[in-house]
């Protein structure tokens, strides 16, 4: 079990596939800093959701927790690019990937 606590966020849906519901997903991003390179990291599927003040935390089908504060929704140019290939991609296949809007009650989605 990891956590995570990513500079950057979005939360994906995942559709397309057969007889499947749509599955959740924390899209994180890390800028890298002076001597690093910017990342990213794709959750599992989001199982649970929690918010304690600011900050959200994701639960993932893997047991890792996304601890991800409400003011940083969004991407870096890097996982923006990253991210918008896999939508072009999975499109392709028939498969959507959707990026939420911020101001989605997170709260109130049925992850299972």
């Not at 989001?46 to 639960?59: D, H, M, P, Q, R």
Request: proline share 4%; aromatic share 14%; glycine share 10%.
């Amino acid at each position: 079990m990891s956590d995570y606590t990513p500079d950057r966020w979005v939360v994906v849906k995942i559709s397309g596939y057969e007889d499947s519901p749509p599955i959740h997903k924390v899209f994180a991003c890390w800028f890298g800093g002076y001597a690093g390179s910017d990342s990213w990291k794709l959750n599992s599927g989001i199982t649970k959701a929690t918010l304690e003040g600011n900050v959200y935390s994701f639960e993932g089908s893997s047991g890792s927790v996304y601890e991800c504060h409400k003011d940083i929704y969004g991407y870096n140019m890097y996982g923006g690019s990253v991210l918008h290939k896999m939508i072009d991609d999975a499109e392709k296949n028939g498969i959507t990937i959707e990026v939420l809007p911020e101001d989605t009650n997170w709260l109130e989605i049925n992850y299972e």
